[in-house]
């Protein structure tokens, strides 16, 4: 039975059983360091002494993933995992397998991935997004129009979330907060995410669609072009979402010298306040950057 089987009338996981497995992670995996710690997740490298090779062990908190899953109560919401191990794409990190431990917590065993974080190279002003900004805004396109083109909803696109290895390889590298992209799950109310890349019509509580991952994306690519988020900052996630419905974003001009006028137009139209007036799908928003004159940003 497919993962679909499972959300359209299966009634099983794929990875269900009347036995699953559970994993002692201190007997299979050797771990040489926490790597990152998410709101739902701790991160760490790993040893894998079962596939001989280092991976990303990521080992969710139990009590908030059930709390998470609860707000969709009904509905066949399929786990991080199974998400996770669905999907295939150069610009996704790739999951191996996924199960729960002997202590009863949520795993996943991803690929390892040499490299920094987005958000690092954009804090740092690193040297390295020199020539390649619009080369990894284009990756990201493309794999949202992957997911999206395979019903799935990102729901939490932006700098932490992605990875940039060694060799320039975009990654998104945590889909906690991914959904399928039915009905069921577009309905308003579901404030869940990022703050600083949640759409009007999420703060609004309105039925959303793909174009909230399209605003998401445009507030990376604003953030990568720029090193800024297109709205202030705020201590309180009320004021920021107040500033995003009334407060036009800012010029991106005004915030790196060098930006054209093109480029400038593009940004601003994919973080546009009404869904109808942004890019129809993320395919459109990397032909929209692809016409800009200088591709050298």
């Given at each position: 039975?497919?993962?679909?089987?499972?959300?359209?009338?299966?009634?099983?996981?794929?990875?269900?059983?009347?036995?699953?497995?559970?994993?002692?992670?201190?007997?299979?995996?050797?771990?040489?360091?926490r790597t990152g710690q998410g709101s739902m997740s701790k991160v760490y490298r790993?040893?894998?002494?079962?596939?001989?090779?280092?991976?990303?062990?990521?080992?969710?908190?139990?009590?908030?993933?059930?709390?998470?899953?609860?707000?969709?109560?009904?509905?066949?919401?399929?786990?991080?995992?199974?998400?996770?191990?669905?999907?295939?794409?150069?610009?996704?990190?790739?999951?191996?397998?996924?199960?729960?431990?002997?202590?009863?917590?949520?795993?996943?065993?991803?690929?390892?991935?040499?490299?920094?974080?987005?958000?690092?190279?954009?804090?740092?002003?690193?040297?390295?997004?020199?020539?390649?900004?619009?080369?990894?805004?284009?990756?990201?396109?493309?794999?949202?129009?992957?997911?999206?083109?395979?019903?799935?909803?990102?729901?939490?696109?932006?700098?932490?979330?992605?990875?940039?290895?060694?060799?320039?390889?975009?990654?998104?590298?945590?889909?906690?907060?991914?959904?399928?992209?039915?009905?069921?799950?577009?309905?308003?109310?579901?404030?869940?995410?990022?703050?600083?890349?949640?759409?009007?019509?999420?703060?609004?509580?309105?039925?959303?669609?793909?174009?909230?991952?399209?605003?998401?994306?445009?507030?990376?690519?604003?953030?990568?072009?720029?090193?800024?988020?297109?709205?202030?900052?705020?201590?309180?996630?009320?004021?920021?979402?107040?500033?995003?419905?009334?407060?036009?974003?800012?010029?991106?001009?005004?915030?790196?010298?060098?930006?054209?006028?093109?480029?400038?137009?593009?940004?601003?139209?994919?973080?546009?306040?009404?869904?109808?007036?942004?890019?129809?799908?993320?395919?459109?928003?990397?032909?929209?950057?692809?016409?800009?004159?200088?591709?050298?940003?």
């Amino acid at each position: 039975m497919g993962l679909f089987d499972f959300l359209f009338g299966g009634t099983k996981s794929p990875k269900s059983g009347s036995n699953p497995v559970r994993v002692n992670v201190e007997k299979r995996f050797e771990l040489s360091g926490r790597t990152g710690q998410g709101s739902m997740s701790k991160v760490y490298r790993a040893y894998d002494r079962d596939l001989g090779r280092n991976v990303c062990l990521k080992l969710l908190d139990k009590e908030k993933t059930k709390k998470f899953e609860e707000r969709f109560k009904g509905l066949k919401k399929p786990s991080e995992g199974e998400i996770s191990l669905a999907l295939r794409h150069d610009n996704i990190v790739r999951a191996f397998e996924f199960g729960t431990t002997t202590k009863g917590e949520p795993y996943l065993v991803l690929e390892w991935v040499d490299g920094n974080g987005l958000n690092y190279l954009v804090e740092t002003k690193s040297s390295q997004l020199n020539g390649n900004r619009m080369n990894y805004t284009f990756q990201l396109c493309d794999a949202l129009q992957y997911m999206h083109d395979n019903k799935w909803l990102h729901r939490d696109l932006c700098t932490r979330n992605v990875m940039v290895t060694e060799d320039g390889v975009v990654k998104i590298i945590d889909l906690g907060l991914c959904v399928p992209y039915t009905p069921a799950f577009t309905v308003g109310g579901n404030r869940t995410g990022t703050a600083d890349i949640l759409a009007p019509e999420i703060i609004k509580r309105k039925t959303t669609d793909h174009r909230v991952d399209l605003f998401a994306a445009g507030v990376t690519a604003y953030e990568i072009f720029t090193g800024q988020l297109p709205w202030e900052r705020s201590p309180s996630s009320e004021e920021t979402f107040r500033r995003r419905l009334n407060t036009p974003p800012r010029d991106p001009r005004e915030l790196k010298k060098g930006i054209g006028d093109d480029l400038a137009a593009v940004l601003l139209k994919s973080i546009a306040r009404e869904p109808a007036d942004r890019y129809a799908s993320a395919n459109a928003f990397k032909a929209a950057l692809a016409k800009v004159k200088n591709q050298d940003y």
